[in-house]
């Protein structure tokens, strides 16, 4: 049994598993550890991953990557119309105002949304995981940025659900560093004590991430965090700004027009960035025919570097500080910093984090695997077939979020309207109920209250129906419950009402009874024959007095019909409409889309392999038909084969080059039905000889053990004389078989076929010697030597016969004593 993590990053995502040996990275088919968030379509199939950025240059229109900062955005958004200008490939307006690309592909129009895209990485990701697991995939964690909104949050889901993922939990990517660092600590405080205070700071592709969080033993809880919008892609925009402006000054290039050349100074930023972070000399910059046939070259160094990203640097410093005064910690309250992600190695961001908080910051954790492995933990905890060390985790709520209803009613506690329902950092998951006096159907909208990194701050909108006015036309009592579950989501997770109803049922009632008279009556009827003296007389009636006292507080109880009041709970019908989640209807539909796409690939693929299949044995074939398989065919077969494998690679890369995976079965087939009885006779060549040899000296050694035991050899005295013979008629036939076969193939010329096979020798040589061997290899049977003889002594008792009794426990006892019958005397 393995859970499973996703780190899924804007540039590369990682894969992590949590097994009975612990936590691991999964390596992809290219045995890289890091696989990059790219998607390309081809002629007929996509390519994700590796294969997909690798084949960007040639591929530019058709390779996508940075979708992930467009999901659950509109394409009217500001922040899309930003990641627009740093993507080659064409963005268009969907119908529905969302951000698709169009392609032409299979020879049909295809529009796929951001969220198609992500389905498409997400389904790579997982058969890569499947394929190092050797098991199915299906129950995962993603991390998500912890800026990640409500609409966003969704849509990410949705991307999930196309894929054929169950996702557990999105898990914000700090509190996945967290989980990761803290579940193995053995040294955190109990409960009872003061809590270790530690900040961790992930420095993305995208972003910044800051979070403060606490740790007791078996506990970690989130406190405040903050994030900012500069990471490792503007430092090497940066990067690639210079050189923009050096390469026009100098060589006349305009590089922002062509963007190819875009790409390959971004790439080349990106290298020289990583060779900043850990030297400090001047780095040189040469790319080859960058453009216009022309070779560029540039020089940089730290200083220049930290001067072009210095805005940025004050950017995250600001961050860095919001993050402290959110959580309330004093600088002597921090145990430690925690820095990852791939911004990390820069040396002007350690130093931030060392101003800012006063300490050095650590580097013990993973900085690219960190947050896979934390999600991976989470995975291994939330999962019911895994046991995990007890340890939980309280995540936080980054934007505080209201409830806005209609002016008809009111909500105990607060003002008509609205109501903050869940401040900033509030503890995820939560559930609370509210109180709402209602009359008829209504509805109530979750917003953020503060600005969010979001176009607009409506979530969604959420209506209670079946809610009836009361008998006499009063409000209902309607009790609405809202959630932020653990993914981050918000919603109206049930709605009910209080009802009173009046209902007549029988209760019983106590009534009582005078049995004093009664009993009086009976006993002057029956007087007391044995009543004694007077006071003995006196004294039974005193008692009977007493008895009927008793029996006047006698009560009976008897049913009677009364009107009762009862309150029944009602559900009541909850319907949303949420902003960025797809509807049923349509998540269906795209789910069927990509299933299509992904059985597509897989065809392709399979029909690729059948190609290079051909493409491979003619290569082989050919190869060796003038060389080692030259004297195994005729010279007439051998020219005619040749001119058929030159007909099969010529039709290979013409009518065959997109021939269906069958044309190539059939087409190899064909090909192996004259070359593989070829190959045999070699194969034949060579084996033969040992399998015969091997095969006569068993017949030898057969025969020699026969004949000693016919001369009498004392080694072979114990075996049975029929069995013997037995062995040397086998030999006989085997020798006649042999002999037989060795003759034939004395006749036979290198292009002929054997009419025996060496494994056919080896077979009759290992059944023959099975049968001899369990002969001739009898061991002896095991002779006993008699038992030693003691010499008799002199005893005056000798002459007394012995005790022959039958008797078990006589015999028992008897066997304690000497033989002799003497005792020892201590």
Known sequence: MSVIGFDFGNDTCYISVARQGGIETVANDYSLR?????????????????????????????????????????FDDPHVAAELSRMPFDVSRSDDG?????????????????????????????????????????????????????????????????SGLNVLKLMNDTTATALA????????????????????????????????????????????CASNAAGGRNFDEAICRYFMQDFQE?????????????????????KLKKLMSANQNKLPINIECFMDDKDVKGHMDRTMFEELIAGDLVTIEGTLRACLEASKLKLEDIYSVEIVGGGSRIPSIKGLLEKVYGKVPSTTLNA??????????????????????????????????????????????????????????????FSKMLTFYKSDTFQ??????????????????????????????????????????????????????????????????????????????????????????????????????????????????????RKKIVNKTIDLPVSSRILGQLSSEKLREKTTEEMSLAYQDRNEADRLTAKNSVEEYIYEIRGKLCDELEDFMIEEDRNKYTLELEDAENWLYEDGEYAEKEAYIEKINLLKSKGEPVKRRLFEFQERPNAINQFGQCLQLAQKAVDSFKAGDEK???????????????????????????????????????????????????????????????????????????????????????????????????????????????
Request: proline share 7%.
């Open 34 to 74: 890091a696989t990059p968030s790219y998607v390309a379509f081809g002629e007929k199939s996509r390519t994700m991953g590796v294969a997909a950025k690798s084949g960007q240059m040639t591929n530019v229109k058709r390779t996508y990557f940075g979708f992930k900062r467009l999901l659950g955005r509109k």
């Open 181 to 224: 660092y803290g579940i193995y600590k053995q040294d955190l405080p109990e409960p009872d004590k003061p809590s270790r205070n530690v900040i961790f700071v992930d420095v993305g592709h995208i972003g910044t991430q800051v979070s403060a969080c606490s740790f007791h033993k078996g506990k970690l809880t989130m406190l405040a």
């Open 368 to 429: 690219d695997e960190s947050v896979s492995r934390g999600c991976a933990l989470q995975c291994a905890i939330l999962s019911p077939t895994f046991k995990v060390r007890e340890f939980s985790v309280t995540d936080i709520q980054p934007y505080p979020i209201k409830l806005v209803w209609d002016n008809s009613g009111s909500v105990e506690g607060a003002g008509p309207g609205e109501m903050e329902v869940f401040p900033a950092f509030h503890a995820v998951p």
């Open 98 to 162: 969302g951000v698709v690309v169009r392609l032409d592909y299979l020879g049909k129009e295809k529009i796929l949304s951001a969220e198609q895209l992500t389905a498409g990485l997400f389904t790579k990701l997982k058969d890569t995981a499947e394929s190092a697991l050797s098991t199915k995939i299906v129950d995962v964690v993603i991390s998500v940025p912890s800026y990640f909104t409500d609409p966003e949050r969704r849509a990410l889901l949705d991307s999930a659900k196309m």
């Open 444 to 561: 109530v909208a979750g917003e953020y209250v503060s600005d969010v990194p979001y176009p607009g701050r409506h979530i969604g909108l959420f209506e209670v129906g079946d809610v009836k006015p009361t008998e006499d036309g009063g409000n209902q009592k309607v009790k609405v419950k809202v959630r932020i579950n653990p993914s981050g989501l918000f919603g109206v997770s049930s709605a009910s009402l209080l009802e009173k109803h009046e209902v007549e049922e029988e209760v019983p009632v106590e009534m009582e009874i005078d049995e004093t008279k009664t009993t009086e009556e009976n006993k002057e009827q029956i007087p007391d024959p044995n009543s004694g003296t007077e006071e003995q007389t006196k004294g039974q009636d005193k008692m009977d007095t007493n008895e009927g006292s008793k029996t006047d507080e006698k009560k009976e109880v008897k049913m009677e019909k």
């Open 716 to 826: 072979f005295s114990h075996l049975d004389i029929a069995e013997v013979e037995k062995v040397q008629k086998a030999i006989g036939e085997k020798q006649d078989w042999f002999n037989r076969m060795c003759a034939e193939l004395q006749k036979l010329s290198k292009t002929g076929d054997p009419p025996v096979l060496a494994s056919q020798f080896v077979q009759e040589k290992e059944s023959f010697w099975h049968m001899a061997s369990n002969i001739l290899n009898k061991p002896k049977p095991k002779v006993e030597p008699p038992p030693p003889q003691s010499p008799p002594k002199e005893n005056k008792e000798s002459s007394k016969p012995e005790n022959t009794s039958s008797d078990a426990n006589d015999s028992k006892s008897d066997s304690s004593k000497p033989v002799n019958g003497e005792m020892d005397v201590d």
């Open 250 to 270: 100098r060589y006349k290039l305009n590089v922002a027009s062509n963007k190819k050349a875009s790409l390959k100074l971004m790439t080349e930023a990106e």
